[in-house]
């Protein structure tokens, strides 16, 4: 079944905690990409890389780290969490042909909470 | 910063009518234009894709295109309770992300 998996889904930590969030895709996407969703503010874009070579910030970076060492995977970093980051996240991913990003397959979601 | 706006709604309906979906976006060269549908605590699932001015349809729903009016549109007829979620606009920015809407909510009443 073709799709993007992220873990974990639901994680409560504190404030300076460093925590990975994993986004792993079986599509042989080119483009994957993290957004957050908050009320009001709706989704927003983290960070987005084209193909493995090629990683950028999108519209909200700070306070977070990407990488993309291989196709299929595109781990979210927090270094050191603030409640401020208390969001819903999402990983998606596209084939990354034609208009970039085209179409967006999206994850489960992770919801993070910091105190 | 490009902007894409859609009204919020709710946008409420009765069974078996039309919902009309809309959309404004800022970006004069967007090229590629998606309306995803997101029910509550649930991620974003694709609808429709259109490229071109004018209308697409599949099955019950019909994107249209205006790219002079930089404005695109959802119908979906014969609206069922189970199409109530809120629904995505999202534009093609510079071949480096989509950037969504704030969504509108539709409501289906039986």
């Known amino acids: 079944e073709a799709q993007v998996t992220q873990n974990p889904r639901y994680l409560i930590t504190v404030t300076g905690k460093k925590l990975t969030v994993t986004c792993s895709q079986n599509m042989n996407h080119e483009y994957m990409s993290w957004y957050r969703q908050d009320p009001g503010l709706g989704l927003r874009q983290i960070y987005y890389s084209m193909n493995v070579e090629v990683t950028d910030k999108g519209d909200v970076p700070e306070g977070y780290k990407v990488s993309r060492k291989e196709k299929r995977n595109f781990p979210l970093i927090l270094e050191s969490p603030s409640p401020n980051q208390t969001s819903l996240y999402f990983c998606a991913s596209s084939l990354g042909e034609g208009p970039i990003p085209g179409e967006l397959f999206f994850g489960e979601g992770s919801r993070l909470t910091v105190l | 910063q490009k902007e894409v706006e859609q009204n919020s709604g709710p946008l409420s309906v009765p069974e078996g009518a039309i919902a009309s979906l809309n959309c404004t976006y800022s970006d004069r060269v967007s090229q590629s234009f998606f309306w995803y549908r997101q029910y509550s605590g649930k991620s974003p699932e694709l609808i429709m894709s259109i490229y071109s001015n004018g209308d697409k349809e599949d099955g019950r729903f019909t994107a249209q295109l205006n790219k002079a009016s930089q404005y695109v549109s959802l119908l979906i007829r014969d609206s069922q309770p189970s199409d109530s979620a809120t629904y995505l606009c999202?534009?093609?920015?510079?071949?480096?992300?989509?950037?969504f809407g704030k969504g509108t909510t539709l409501s289906v009443s039986s």
């Open positions: 999202a534009v093609n920015e510079a071949g480096t992300a989509l950037i």
